[in-house]
């Protein structure tokens, strides 16, 4: 995509975006609004049934103060009825009764007796009936002793309710009203009633009313089951504030009711059309679309223009960019767009200064790179001459140090050996040696200096050396090796050190005098059971390390068939691929298996058990080993 097309689409996104946004925030705020007037709406509803509830009550206790009023009426008229006689004036009580929508009067004298009733026949009556037992008898006693002039009885019992009025000559009159009259006043003020009449107004579809319990008290106007609403009436009156919840199309609304002290006696819950407010989300929904689309359409037009005259010049430096890349750049190219006097022109001044100069640099760069080349090329040279000189060099001088070691023993019916040294680089630091001292004595040398490569290389050299002419110079293994400690100690510049092993076998006894300086103890394989024992330890130090030190020494026999392999570290310490060492068990087992192998199948054994422990595992030291098998006495060994 191009810049321009990158700069239309950005600018009218940018705008498009920005109308709905503002069409989604007037929805949010439109729905919280008609939301909000639905929460006030009922509680407006909440605060008319709850005022509506206390009106009933107050119009109910009115409507039976009058009925009271209209009984003590009665009574008193009761009273003044011509009394030609009782049965007569039985007559006219059923007369007033019967238009006063009564339920019955008497006519008591101070005893409590009945002397006249609208129920029934008179004779039956006067002789049979008596006054309902919850008639207060005290009341009764005080209306005919003339204490009181009338007498409320109370609520009323089985529908009635009775009022009684003092009459002369120590009588009374008691009459009963039925309390239906007070329905129609209860009907007409009851809140089910004021519930209908919300229905269909303000898109009121029904109405609930429950009080702090969550007790259902009446509902009206639902058509279906509403969905459980519980937790938000118990919220509404938890809270003391109205909220709501919107189920599909539908908006419930919940609002306390409050008593006159104001504390939360129940709710009120409605349930409202949500046509108006998905009328509103739907409008502003499609007028934001409508508006973005042409508003995308316009700015698009606006931008494409604009970022055509803004693109123009980039095009112009996004060309000199490819001729740059491509060596091709001409100089004047960018004059149109440098006499620009904006940040555009700017940069394209800039960047005409920067390309001749990148063009400059690289033709003097191309110029010191062909120079180097041909230096490098000639030091190239130089250097594979002298790595092919150093490395005739090296195998040259490995070459001399192999020859330096001897290939064989000297020939003697006593005894028999090899031995064998694979450096772990060119040359290495490892030696071994066997010289005859007399006729009768083999000197046996095995030696380990410390450090790699060509300095080790000369230092074993010089070992080697000091140690042959030592052990020539006679006397003990012990005094030879404090012989050529000292030597080493007194010409030693690069303070390297070696550990040796040095025995003379007396070939007529079997017995092998030794002494050790830091080298691993060799190891004997016992002819006549096979066993693998390891020369007693005599503790000494490497030499080159300090001067005038002491070398102990011991004495071992060697039997007829008995066999003496001596070794360096680097076959105990080779490692395979894991780090783990070889060790000087597997050596010990090794030998074991071949105690009676030839003494160079014994030789090639070991090294061959160690090749196969690493597996290809780089080796890390020099690995030499020395067998040497005693066959007794010559005299013994030839006749063997």
């Excluded at 039956?124 to 009885?153: K, M, Y």
């Excluded at 090296?394 to 330096?404: D, F, V």
């Amino acid at each position: 995509m191009t810049l321009t097309s990158r700069l239309v689409v950005m600018v009218a996104s940018c705008i498009a975006f920005a109308i709905i946004v503002v069409s989604v925030v007037f929805g949010l705020l439109g729905r919280n609004a008609l939301i909000s007037q639905a929460e006030a709406q009922a509680t407006v509803v909440a605060r008319i049934i709850a005022e509506s509830a206390r009106l009933s009550e107050v119009a109910l206790e009115e409507a039976q103060e009058v009925v009271t009023d209209v009984l003590t009426t009665t009574a008193l008229t009761a009273d003044h009825v011509e009394q030609t006689s009782l049965p007569d004036l039985s007559d006219r009580f059923a007369e007033i009764v019967a238009r006063g929508n009564l339920d019955a009067i008497w006519l008591i004298d101070s005893n409590l007796r009945i002397l006249a009733s609208s129920v029934g026949d008179y004779d039956a009556v006067i002789s049979g009936q008596t006054l309902p037992e919850h008639l207060s008898r005290e009341a009764l006693q005080s209306l005919v002793n003339g204490r009181r002039f009338s007498v409320d009885f109370g609520p009323a019992v089985d529908g009635v309710r009775y009022v009684g009025v003092r009459a002369g000559r120590g009588q009374a009159v008691i009459v009963g009203q039925p309390v239906a009259v007070l329905d129609a006043v209860r009907a007409a003020n009851s809140v089910p009633v004021l519930m209908e009449a919300l229905l269909d107004r303000n898109d009121i579809i029904s109405i609930e009313v429950r009080d702090d319990q969550q007790k259902s008290l009446g509902q009206v106007g639902a058509d279906k089951t509403p969905p459980d609403l519980a937790a938000l009436a118990a919220d509404v009156v938890a809270s003391g504030t109205p909220d709501s919840e919107l189920h599909g199309r539908h908006l419930w609304v919940a609002a306390p009711i409050r008593d006159t002290a104001g504390i939360v006696i129940g709710s009120v819950t409605i349930e409202m059309s949500g046509q108006r407010l998905e009328e509103l989300l739907n409008n502003l929904l499609i007028y934001g679309i409508g508006s973005a689309a042409l508003v995308f359409a316009v700015g698009a037009g606006i931008a494409a223009v604009s970022a055509r005259r803004i693109a123009r010049p980039v095009a112009a430096m996004t060309e000199a960019a490819h001729a740059m890349e491509a060596r091709s750049f001409e100089t004047g190219s960018l004059e149109a767009v440098s006499r620009r006097t904006d940040e555009v022109g700017t940069l394209a001044r800039v960047f005409e200064a920067m390309a001749v100069e990148v063009q400059r640099r690289e033709e003097d760069l191309e110029a010191q790179v062909k120079a180097r080349t041909l230096e490098l090329e000639h030091k190239n040279e130089l250097l594979e001459a002298s790595a092919r000189r150093v490395e005739a060099e090296l195998q040259a001088a490995k070459t001399l140090q192999a020859a330096m070691l001897p290939t064989a023993l000297p020939p003697n019916p006593a005894y028999a050996g090899t031995a064998a040294m694979v450096p772990a680089r060119e040359m290495g630091g490892d030696f071994y040696d066997f010289f005859p001292l007399d006729e009768r004595r083999l000197g046996i040398v095995i030696a380990d200096v410390s450090g790699k490569g060509v300095p080790a290389a000369f230092f074993m050299a010089i070992s080697r050396t000091v140690l042959q002419a030592s052990a020539q110079d006679g006397g003990t293994p012990g005094a030879c090796l404090a012989r050529a400690n000292a030597a080493l100690c007194a010409r030693n510049p690069m303070e390297l050190f070696v550990t040796a092993f040095y025995g003379i076998l007396d070939v007529e006894t079997g017995e092998l005098a030794y002494a050790n300086g830091g080298h691993n103890p060799p190891l004997m394989i016992r002819r006549a059971d096979g066993d693998v024992v390891e020369l007693p330890r005599t503790g000494g130090m490497a030499l080159g390390v300090l001067p005038d030190m002491p070398y102990a020494e011991k004495a071992a026999m060697l039997r007829a068939g008995d066999t003496l392999f001596l070794y360096t570290d680097g076959i105990s310490e080779a490692m395979d691929g894991e780090g783990r060492e070889f060790g000087e068990g597997r050596i010990e087992e090794t030998l074991r298996s071949a105690a009676l192998l030839p003494v160079d199948r014994v030789l090639t054994a070991v090294t061959g058990a160690v090749t196969a422990f690493v597996a290809g595992a780089p080796q890390s030291d020099d690995i030499t080993c020395l067998v040497v098998r005693y066959f007794g006495p010559p005299a013994d060994a030839i006749a063997s």
